[in-house]
Structures are given as structure tokens and as C-alpha cells.
């Protein structure tokens, strides 16, 4: 990271500590499912996708003509998605008149041509509310699954050409019954304002969501192995000493992104994995919209 960016991200943060007293409007959620374990970071070949949190399993399914969701956009409308069905409790949301409201909610600024965020978005829209999630437990005695569906259907009517334009009918995406009752049951809060400071990498957003919710219920001290941390978030790494060195690095790098932000995460790096010490969360859980 270079200074000029480390420099940005301090700003970032301090404004943040600033307002604290509005953290009420700026409170979002994140489905717990894909916080334990995440979506792929980069684009991955095929149509199915693993990670593993010790006895927790996420498999993640799409079309083969559509592909896989991965990077930041994803989880950035899986927050979006989550924090929706909190604050209405229904399983249908309106997604906004125009596509740049839209974007603007996400924090991305709309932007045309091949690798623009809006070509960007539309690729990411169709592949996660074309993907299917299931949801594995088994710890050798016990085995449990549950078959997820994020979305069940969608109706996109905005004009990619024109951001700006009021559509005749509204954009509205319909969620699975078990994915909204998964989000209703068990949100995981985070802060609006994070999630767009850190939205370039789809790491740092793992970690802070991880993080955040690891410390809700950390009773104890505990030092989660490296390899272990990389089933969790980097299965792109080879599993041999130099790739789980590899993964080490990348992990480090992002976690003192998110550290400007979650100053009171009492975490150390050692040599066998990542120690984590009871603390405060990043957002307190008693905190509603």
C-alpha cells in the first residue's frame, strides 16, 4: 500500500470515529452464511465453488453460461440485499427508479464502456441471482445441509445507457424464503461507510465482516491457524508452505486496511495463526433501523 493510499484510508477512518452519533443512519447488514464462509475474490473457472470454515461448508452453484459470482459487487449487493429485508422484513424489495440511485446506495459511481461499474454490475447482478448456495455442517457425527436460493426471481428494468432514466416499471428482486428467513434470523451488522472505504478489495470485506462477527460472541482467547484461515478466505493459494506464506501476506496487508477502521479489534499476528482476544465489536448488536 502505498503512502498516498494508506494516507486516504487514515482520513477515512478518522471521519468515521467523527460520526459515530450517526452511525444509526449509517448501519447496514450481511447475510451470517456468507460471512462464515465467502464468495470467490477472483473470476473462477466452472460453475461451482467451495470454501470451509472448520465444520461449515459453502458450496456456491451457477448456470455454466453465466458463471460464478466473485469480487467486491457481489457482496456489496448481498449487504444491500440483507440490510433490505431487515429494515422491511419482506422477501420482495425495490431495488430504486434509476439505476444510478441504485449504484449510489452500493457506493459505486456509475461509469460506461467494457470495465466500466456498470457493465461491471449488470455481469455480477445476473451471476449471484443466478446462483444457488448450499449450506453444510459435519463435524463426523453429526450432518446437516440446507439448499439456499438468494434470489428466486428479478425483474431489472433500467437502461444501462442511460443511468439516469426513470423506468416505467420498478426494478425488484424477489428473495428465497430460506435465504430471507437465514437473513432475518441472523443479520450481521456493519457500518455503511467501512464497506465503501474498503469496497476495492474483496478481502478487506471479507475480514471486516468475519471480524466484526467473530468478536460478537468471542468469549475467549483463541489463535485461528493460518491454514486454516486460508480454506476460510483464500482457496485462490496454493495449500503447500509458500502459497499459505503467500495467503499470510495478502491476509496481513488487508487486515491493516480494515484495522483503521475497527481500531478496538484486539487481534495479533503470531507464527502459527491469526490470535484473536475477547473485545468490542465493530457494531454493537442491540443496534436496530
Known amino acids: 500500500m502505498n503512502l498516498e493510499n494508506l494516507n486516504k484510508l487514515i482520513t477515512e477512518a478518522l471521519a468515521i470515529e467523527v460520526e459515530e452519533a450517526k452511525r444509526a443512519g449509517k448501519l447496514r447488514y450481511m447475510a451470517r452464511a456468507l460471512v462464515q464462509a465467502t464468495m470467490p475474490h477472483s473470476k473462477v473457472e466452472g460453475n461451482e465453488f467451495e470454501r470451509i470454515n472448520g465444520v461449515f461448508r459453502l458450496n456456491i452453484l451457477a448456470p455454466s ?12 449487493l448481498i449487504s444491500w440485499l440483507s440490510t433490505e ?7 420482495e424489495l425495490i431495488l430504486g427508479s434509476t439505476l444510478s440511485e441504485f449504484m449510489t446506495e452500493l457506493g459505486l459511481i456509475p461509469t460506461g464502456g467494457r470495465w466500466g461499474t456498470i457493465t461491471s454490475l449488470k455481469e455480477q447482478t ?4 443466478s446462483a444457488a448456495i448450499s449450506c453444510t455442517y459435519d463435524d463426523g457425527k453429526h450432518w446437516a445441509i440446507k439448499n439456499v436460493q438468494p434470489v428466486v426471481e428479478s425483474n ?3 437502461n444501462p445507457k442511460n443511468p439516469n432514466q426513470t423506468s416505467l416499471f420498478e426494478s425488484t428482486v424477489v428473495l428465497g424464503e430460506e435465504f430471507f428467513k437465514e437473513i432475518i434470523d441472523h443479520p450481521i451488522p456493519i457500518h455503511l461507510d467501512v464497506l465503501k472505504a474498503i469496497k476495492r478489495s474483496p478481502l478487506a470485506l471479507d475480514i471486516y465482516c468475519w471480524l466484526t462477527y467473530r468478536m460478537s460472541y468471542l468469549e475467549k482467547e483463541t489463535t485461528i491457524p493460518w491454514p486454516v484461515l486460508q480454506l476460510q478466505f483464500g482457496s485462490d493459494y496454493a495449500t503447500d508452505q509458500q502459497g499459505i506464506r503467500n495467503f ?6 488487508e487486515l491493516r486496511k480494515v484495522a483503521l477502521f475497527y ?3 484486539n487481534i495479533e499476528d503470531t507464527s502459527p495463526g491469526l490470535r ?3 473485545g ?10
Open 65 to 76: 453460461r453465466i458463471g460464478l459470482p466473485y469480487g467486491s459487487i457481489p457482496r456489496l
Open 85 to 91: 429485508a431487515v429494515k422491511t422484513k419482506q422477501r
Open 126 to 129: 445476473k451471476r449471484l441471482f
Open 156 to 158: 431489472l428494468w433500467w
Open 248 to 253: 499470510k501476506k495478502a491476509f496481513l496487508r
Open 263 to 265: 481500531e478496538s479489534a
Open 276 to 278: 484473536l482476544k475477547p
Open 280 to 289: 468490542k465489536t465493530h457494531i454493537k448488536q442491540l443496534i436496530t433501523l
